[in-house]
């Protein structure tokens, strides 16, 4: 035994494929979560959001009519949410640059592109586990730093340059 | 002058749920979930020919519409099916399927309508994603994962369709 113990997370799968919920939810099991639920539109997930108090939400991009974008920017913004600062990711078969960007100003914690893969999914949830990140509140966003993000990513790049 | 942003740490962080020893090791984990999705994963191709099946349908009211009367709303339907399928065919054992159907998706995304030739290419995606299951190609198909989207994209270039359209 030495890897991350994921058993107390009570994780809120939304997602509006049934197969796509399975699958997700028989990943999460295998990695020793129990307490699942799941739902299949947007709207659903911020209704179960007060319900079952999830540490952490898994959301489809695109479930028509309504999408997890909006979901993220009710439950970041909005002045009823229950848990603005739960970590989201934000699952999608979109991959488009400018979709990732526009995920990320809406104030999703990771993107997870579909197809899904049991070790993409380990690898998300050890990224949020280990996210500190502090949230930031500026005029029109309020979600984890998006510069910090930006740092860790080309901390690389910038040893080289000094 | 730059805009204030307030910085906050919130008491609730999900690490406090989660202990970093005790648990199985990343591998142990990650071998026990696909265990845990053997059956659903087993299931996919049952399911999938029966939307495949949806997509094909769609297609052919496509085809009786008259051409003019292809709206956005139409084109968006397919774009949305062909968008599920590229999800969930490499997710469930069939990369080929994404591929394909990734290729649909660029060429249906954004348009307002299909004229003769673009009914054209989306039969053509439509019949290659039929045929993968019908030939039962699954996992890496090696040289045909390679070969099959470059000429998806030569066949959308000739619409005028190719790459990075969006961008």
């Known amino acids: 035994m030495s890897g991350y113990d994921f058993q107390n997370l009570r994780v809120l799968i939304a997602d509006d494929s049934r197969q796509i919920r399975a699958l997700l939810k028989s990943f999460l099991s295998g990695f020793g979560i129990k307490n699942i639920s799941e739902v299949s539109d947007a709207d659903e997930a911020f209704i179960e959001m007060s319900n079952f108090d999830p540490d952490l939400v898994i959301i489809d991009w695109n479930m028509p009519p309504t999408n997890g974008l909006d979901f993220v920017e009710k439950v970041r913004l909005g002045e009823n949410s229950p848990n603005p600062y739960v970590p989201i990711i934000m699952l999608t078969g979109f991959t488009e640059l400018f979709r990732v960007k526009r995920a990320r100003d809406a104030g999703i914690s990771a993107f997870l592109a579909k197809p899904l893969s049991a070790q993409s999914l380990y690898k998300r949830l050890i990224a949020v586990v280990d996210d500190n990140r502090p949230f930031v509140r500026i005029k029109n966003y309020f979600g984890p730093d998006r510069r910090a993000a930006r740092r860790t990513q080309f901390m690389g790049v910038e040893r080289r340059g000094q | ?167």
């Open chain 2, 1 to 167: 002058m730059a805009e204030k942003a307030e910085f906050i740490r919130p008491r609730r962080h999900i690490s406090q749920k989660v202990s970093k020893t005790g648990g199985p090791s990343p591998e142990h984990a990650i071998v026990k979930a696909l265990n845990a999705a053997e059956d659903i994963i087993s299931g996919y191709q049952g399911w999938a020919v029966d939307d495949m099946e949806k997509l094909w349908l769609t297609f052919l009211g496509f085809v009786d519409t008259d051409q003019g009367k292809i709206t956005e709303e139409h084109v968006l339907t397919m774009y949305n099916l062909s968008h599920e399928a590229r999800g969930q065919g490499g997710s469930f054992g069939f990369p080929l399927i994404t591929l394909i159907a990734d290729s649909l998706c660029k060429f249906l995304d954004g348009r307002g309508g299909l004229t003769t030739m673009d009914l054209e290419i989306v039969r053509i995606h439509i019949l290659a994603l039929k045929a993968v299951f019908r030939q039962n190609l699954k996992g890496d198909c090696g040289a045909l994962s390679r070969e099959i989207p470059n000429l998806l994209l030569a066949l959308r270039n000739k619409a005028g369709i190719g790459e990075n359209h969006h961008q």
